[in-house]
Structure formats: structure tokens, C-alpha cells
């Protein structure tokens, strides 16, 4: 009768390991196109992605950089102060996005250009994401909001 005992319980430890790693290769099948890297300008240009990888960059829209083209395709750049991106958007821009102000874009980085197919523009004007901050602060250019 103990060996039956034991028996049953090593099964059920082995099927509740088989059904973990079942579980956790779902999970990250799942997931694999769901995750998004951050980078900054600075760390795109170090070290580019291919263009197949999906990420998202961040910073400040720099000045004077903003050109609308012919149909909804917006082109400007993306700085973090140590490094600029070019970026090509093709949408509606949200109410908020303006020079010198932060964004976070995601998308592919294709022949130099950055093609986003999502951007994010600030909350308000003291809201800046916290990977933006950081990149900024990186790079020595961030100011705190009211200075």
C-alpha cells in the first residue's frame, strides 16, 4: 500500500511538471510578438536592429524637423540629445504631438528611417514616460518639468 502511495505521488509531481513547462512554452509563444524593447535614438544608431524586429523608440520631436507630406504621412525626427532618428509616420498624429515635446513610436527601423506604426505623445506638459527620462537623463539633456 506505500508503494502504491508513493507511486501516485511522483506521477502527479511528473504531470504537474509537464503541464508547468507546457504552460510557460504557451505563454511565451504567445507573447512573442506582444513584446516591445525600448530604445533611444542614441542606442539605435550604436547599434541598429534588423528590420524585421519590432521595438519602440522614444524622445524628444526635434525642432523644426516636422514635415507633412502629401496625404497623412508625417515625417520628423527623434532626438535624445546624443543621437537623431528619422522618422516616417503614416495616420492621424495624436492632439498632443508637437516639437519638443516627448513621443514613443513603435515600429521597424528600415533603410536609416525609422516607420512607425504607432505614436504616443505626452500626457500633459510635465508627463514624460519614464524610458524617455531616462534616455534623456542618459544623454545629459533632461530638465525637470517647471525649470
Given at each position: 500500500?506505500?508503494n502504491?502511495?508513493?507511486?501516485?505521488?511522483?506521477?502527479?509531481?511528473?504531470?504537474?511538471?509537464?503541464?508547468?513547462?507546457?504552460?510557460?512554452?504557451?505563454?511565451?509563444?504567445?507573447?512573442?510578438?506582444?513584446?516591445?524593447?525600448f530604445?533611444?535614438?542614441?542606442?539605435?544608431?550604436?547599434?541598429?536592429?534588423?528590420?524585421?524586429?519590432?521595438?519602440?523608440?522614444?524622445?524628444?520631436?526635434?525642432?523644426?524637423?516636422?514635415?507633412?507630406?502629401?496625404?497623412?504621412?508625417?515625417?520628423?525626427?527623434?532626438?535624445?540629445?546624443?543621437a537623431?532618428?528619422?522618422?516616417?509616420?503614416?495616420?492621424?498624429?495624436?492632439d498632443?504631438?508637437?516639437?519638443?515635446?516627448?513621443?514613443?513610436?513603435t515600429?521597424?527601423?528600415?533603410?536609416?528611417?525609422?516607420?512607425?506604426t504607432?505614436?504616443?505623445?505626452?500626457?500633459?506638459?510635465?508627463?514624460?514616460?519614464?524610458?524617455?527620462?531616462?534616455?534623456?537623463?542618459?544623454?545629459?539633456?533632461?530638465?525637470?518639468?517647471g525649470?
Amino acid at each position: 500500500m506505500k508503494n502504491l502511495k508513493k507511486q501516485r505521488r511522483i506521477q502527479v509531481i511528473a504531470v504537474a511538471a509537464v503541464a508547468l513547462i507546457v504552460a510557460t512554452v504557451l505563454i511565451g509563444y504567445a507573447m512573442r510578438d506582444g513584446i516591445n524593447y525600448f530604445r533611444s535614438p542614441s542606442q539605435v544608431m550604436e547599434e541598429p536592429p534588423k528590420p524585421s524586429e519590432v521595438f519602440r523608440i522614444g524622445g524628444l520631436v526635434a525642432e523644426g524637423s516636422l514635415q507633412r507630406g502629401q496625404g497623412e504621412t508625417v515625417r520628423f525626427a527623434v532626438t535624445d540629445g546624443g543621437a537623431t532618428v528619422q522618422v516616417a509616420y503614416t495616420g492621424v498624429l495624436p492632439d498632443l504631438f508637437e516639437e519638443n515635446q516627448g513621443m514613443v513610436g513603435t515600429g521597424r527601423y528600415v533603410n536609416g528611417v525609422f516607420e512607425a506604426t504607432e505614436i504616443l505623445a505626452k500626457h500633459d506638459e510635465t508627463y514624460m514616460p519614464k524610458e524617455v527620462m531616462d534616455a534623456l537623463k542618459e544623454q545629459g539633456v533632461y530638465q525637470e518639468p517647471g525649470s
